[in-house]
Nanobody, 124 residues
Framework: QVQLVESGGGLVQPGGSLRLSCAASRRTFSDYGMGWFRQAPGKEREYVALINWVGDSTSYAHSVHGRFIISRDNANNTVYLQMNSLTPDDTAVYYC?????????????????WGQGTQVTVSS
């Protein structure tokens, strides 16, 4: 069992930045690939960014590529999402999730553990 707790969400103006954190409870955090997903009101949950076990392979959704950066600190059981140049379209609840797959996975069904989510609102 892996417990995930997100933090760092909030209200930010368009063009601003936020950094989300996701702390994992398990010591074997490095055995899991991690993903950030988001869900806007009335929309399906979608993948945002992925990172593999080691942290040397990443993937981004087209809508955030070049603006968001995913990273992980296995020594501290934490994964991050640096979000830059935010727009109102980035407004959503952001979730981190863990998968035992050694390859990058963008499908929700591949993720066994989910955090409770953190709200990000981009508005002037």
């Amino acid at each position: 069992q892996v417990q995930l707790v997100e933090s760092g969400g909030g209200l930010v103006q368009p063009g601003g930045s936020l950094r989300l954190s996701c702390a994992a409870s398990r010591r074997t955090f490095s055995d899991y690939g991690m993903g950030w997903f988001r869900q806007a009101p009335g929309k399906e949950r979608e993948y945002v960014a992925l990172i593999n076990w080691v942290g040397d392979s990443t993937s981004y959704a087209h809508s955030v590529h070049g603006r968001f950066i995913i990273s992980r600190d296995n020594a501290n059981n934490t994964v991050y999402l640096q979000m830059n140049s935010l727009t109102p379209d980035d407004t959503a609840v952001y979730y981190c999730a863990a998968t035992p797959s050694p390859t990058l996975r963008s499908e929700l069904r591949d993720y066994l553990y989910w955090g409770q989510g953190t709200q990000v609102t981009v508005s002037s």
